[in-house]
């Protein structure tokens, strides 16, 4: 079983990802990891907090000569920002975040829940996940997220970009590559036209002078999946469940639908179930000649793949430190105060896709793993092309 545990505090000494069960003989990329790490350290309306840090990986356990040995693999990320022992504690707990409700349960201090439940922790996820797509990529599975919308801006797609996700759909290798670079021109990491772009930079620039903060929604597509990742035989092994927890236990996110969604409850269902076709020219395919004129399920049925895309999207909310404050109360006299303020950011919903598109990648390799054997690269690929 390939499982992933994180360690560490946002102004600690460091994260750690401790990755077990992840197949021997995979030669590690770590130039991959320490880009995921960038990315994630980008976007529009990032705070402070970036320009002190810069993350790369450092693998402690589990890998020599860059290559994995199938025991525990440790990936450090070292915190340069590392002032814990003496910060203070906050007075007063901010709405919508961890503050009241871990201090509480607890019965410690504020600092101490914060500095764990801070999406700082996410950098350790996103590490593993650059592990996990390197063992993906072997298979021809790709993995691939962006930002839909910035708060009540919706950041549509290009013609262009409509393009590449048909031919990233159907195989074709350098459509994500080159979705990848049309993504790195916007600072939004959205896939839209330029005035979209700025009407987003634009609504992140009016919450940030009136202190406030934004959220937004990710998409993520990942392709090439083969028949049958998840199982329908348990509620807690369905594919769909395993990817909405990933996704939902992300700091900040609040909502997760797959394919059509939560659009899906207001059509019947004519109009929502995917008709099946076959072609005998994609007999020898990884669809064995199955095809579907639409994907409205998103490419799961039942918790488990069906060789269509793989559509998730992530709605994330507002991050709760607000530089104008909303009220609170003291924790120590109850009195009335406003609610006490840390370096934040405006909008981390870019930084926010890469995180989610990591931890889907995880949740995918998990999946592959638990279907085709773990123990080496080699008992893998074997496994999944005589499938």
């Not at 320009?51 to 990320?77: C, K, M, N, Y």
């Not at 998103?298 to 530089?323: D, F, Y």
């Not at 009335?336 to 390799?365: G, H, K, M, Q």
Request: net charge negative.
């Amino acid at each position: 079983m390939l499982t992933y545990h994180t360690a560490g505090e946002s102004h600690g000494k460091g994260l750690l990802a401790l990755v077990d069960g992840f197949p021997a003989g995979l030669e590690i990329d770590t130039d991959v990891l320490d880009r995921e790490l960038r990315r994630r350290q980008g976007g529009y309306g990032r705070g402070g907090r970036q320009a002190l840090e810069t993350d790369t990986v450092e693998i402690l356990t589990g890998v020599q000569g860059f290559q994995t040995l199938g025991s525990p693999i440790a990936l450090w990320v070292k915190n340069r920002d590392y002032r814990l022992p003496g910060l203070g504690d906050l007075e007063s707990p901010r709405p919508g975040h961890g503050d009241l409700s871990g201090s509480q349960k607890y019965q410690t201090t504020m600092r101490a829940i914060l500095e764990r439940a801070s999406a700082r922790e996410t950098a350790a996820r996103v590490a593993a996940g650059g592990l996990a797509r390197q063992l993906l990529s072997l298979l021809g599975i790709e993995v691939f997220g962006y930002v839909q919308s910035v708060g009540p801006v919706r950041l549509p797609l290009t013609p262009n970009a409509m393009e590449l996700f048909a031919l990233m759909d159907v195989g074709v290798e350098t459509a994500a590559e080159k979705l990848r670079a049309t993504r790195a021109q916007s600072e939004l990491y959205a896939l839209c036209s330029e005035a979209d772009e700025q009407a987003g930079k634009e609504a992140v620039d009016a919450a940030g002078r009136d202190g406030d903060t934004l959220g937004g929604v990710i998409e993520i597509r990942a392709t090439g999946l083969p028949f049958g990742l998840g199982t329908h035989a348990q509620w807690d092994a369905k594919l769909d469940g395993l990817l909405a927890q990933a996704v939902m236990a992300v700091q900040a996110i609040k909502g997760v639908e797959i394919g059509m969604g939560f659009h899906a409850a207001e059509l019947p269902g004519s109009q929502v179930q995917d008709p099946i076709r076959y072609s005998r020219a994609d007999a020898e395919t990884r669809t064995r000649g199955f095809v579907r004129p639409t994907n409205n399920a998103g490419g799961l049925e039942a918790g488990m793949t069906n060789t269509q895309p793989l559509v998730l999207r992530a709605a994330m909310k507002p991050i709760a430190t607000l530089r104008k404050p909303l009220e609170s109360v003291h924790l120590k006299t109850h009195e009335p105060v406003c609610a006490a303020w840390e370096r934040s950011d405006i909008c981390a919903i870019s930084a926010a896709s890469v995180v989610v598109e990591n931890v889907v990648a995880f949740t995918l390799a998990q999946a592959v793993v638990a279907k085709f054997g773990g123990d080496s690269v080699t008992e893998i690929l074997e496994r999944y092309h005589s499938s």
